[in-house]
């Protein structure tokens, strides 16, 4: 960076930032710019059986021993398609966020 380096947004620690740099005379990049990258919600596609129903959170996983299991949360925005209960198979849409998986949807198979 020097004094011409243009600072984009706010970024801090821990996020994720595009840089657009020269290489000076001494072959040391040199930050033109620095800015905060947009990190769009990234969509899964889950398919399992539904181990425990809570009110703000649900696990769901494979059966015994074939993997790991999610502990996805719901909220009002989570569409419940087929009234699936515990033991029925699902398939769940989830957005990945800081805060772990939320649910978009959850669908009896």
């Known amino acids: 960076m020097n004094a011409q380096t243009k600072i984009l947004g706010s970024p801090k620690i ?3 930032v595009d ?4 290489i000076d005379s001494a ?13 769009l919600p990234i969509q899964i596609h889950l398919s399992g059986v539904v181990k425990s129903i809570g009110a703000t959170s ?7 021993g074939l993997g790991p299991d ?5 909220n009002t925005q989570t569409q419940i398609i ?11 849409i989830v957005r ?4 772990g ?6 669908t009896k198979q």
């Open 27 to 39: 072959h040391n990049y040199v930050a033109i710019s620095i800015a905060v990258s947009p990190q």
């Open 96 to 99: 990945q966020t800081s805060a």
């Open 19 to 22: 840089v657009l740099a020269n």
């Open 14 to 16: 821990g996020d994720t």
């Open 70 to 74: 999610f502990l996805v949360q719901v």
């Open 82 to 92: 087929g009234s699936p209960k515990v033991g029925d198979h699902v398939d769940v």
């Open 101 to 106: 998986y939320v649910a978009i949807s959850i």
């Open 58 to 64: 649900w696990v769901i996983g494979p059966a015994a």
